[in-house]
């Protein structure tokens, strides 16, 4: 059964860079993407971005300038770095595999397993 | 962008109903749109697939169906494990998959 673990700083201050990575266990990074997505409090879920195993990455446009996902095969494990936090960028911060496969002849993607979470507060 | 949008927002039900959650696209998205399960204090658990296909492991009582915009999560017989909040999101748009805003489920 794969299994996402993920750690990191959960306090920030104005201006710094969020960092946070995702240990992948009971799977290698072989075959899938891996993503970030985040929820801030009391809301809904946000796309971040995603790599593949050979560093292919996609982005949310919003976010593209200050996020940036890396791998590291031999670790099993991949990051995150968002620069220049502000308070909106307070949330919880879930890591997840990527599936993509095809369905009925096309190919489709769904996330699924989540990691546990990561509360980022950026706050003076 | 393409915008997902789900109703209800909440929705109050018994254990033993059926209940319909609706997700709405704001342009043709085929088959593209997956179904997920939140818990409080947990991550989001996937339900359903390319609009109907159910996810390994979760009951038969969840089905999804839909093409095109519209879009709907069936609990043909709501169980109190099911009390959460669900959300669609679409796969057609890379590199920004949007999730819907949320239904909460409530007893």
């Known amino acids: 059964q794969v299994r996402l673990q993920q750690w990191g700083a959960g306090l920030l201050k104005p201006s710094e860079t969020l960092s946070l990575t995702c240990g992948v266990h009971?799977?290698?990074?072989?075959?899938?993407?891996w993503t970030w997505i985040r929820q801030a409090p009391g809301q809904g879920l946000e796309w971040i971005g995603d790599?593949?195993?050979?560093?292919?990455?996609h982005y949310n446009p919003a976010l593209r300038s200050r996020a940036s996902v890396s791998v590291d095969t031999s670790a099993n494990q991949f990051s995150l770095r968002l620069t220049s936090v502000s308070a909106a960028d307070t949330a919880v911060y879930f890591c997840?595999?990527?599936?993509?496969?095809?369905?009925?002849?096309?190919?489709?993607?769904?996330?699924?397993?989540w990691g546990q979470g990561i509360l980022v507060t950026v706050s003076a | 962008d393409i915008q997902m949008t789900q109703s209800p927002s909440s929705l109050s039900a018994f254990v033993g109903d059926r209940v319909t959650i609706t997700c709405r696209a704001t342009?043709?998205?085929?088959?593209?749109v997956n179904w997920y399960q939140q818990k409080p204090g947990q991550a989001p658990k996937l339900l359903v697939y390319?609009?109907?296909n159910l996810q390994s492991g979760v009951p038969s009582r969840f089905s999804g169906s839909g093409s095109g915009t519209d879009f709907t999560l069936t609990i043909s017989s709501l169980q109190r494990e099911d009390f959460a909040t669900y959300y669609c999101?679409?796969?057609?748009?890379?590199?920004?998959?949007?999730f819907g805003q949320g239904t909460k489920l409530e007893i």
């Open positions: 342009q043709n998205i085929y088959n593209y």
């Open positions: 390319a609009a109907s």
């Open positions: 997840a595999r990527s599936t993509y496969s095809f369905v009925g002849g096309s190919p489709h993607n769904w996330v699924d397993p």
């Open positions: 790599i593949d195993d050979t560093g292919n990455t």
């Open positions: 009971g799977a290698t990074l072989n075959s899938h993407y």
């Open positions: 999101q679409q796969s057609y748009s890379t590199p920004l998959y949007t």
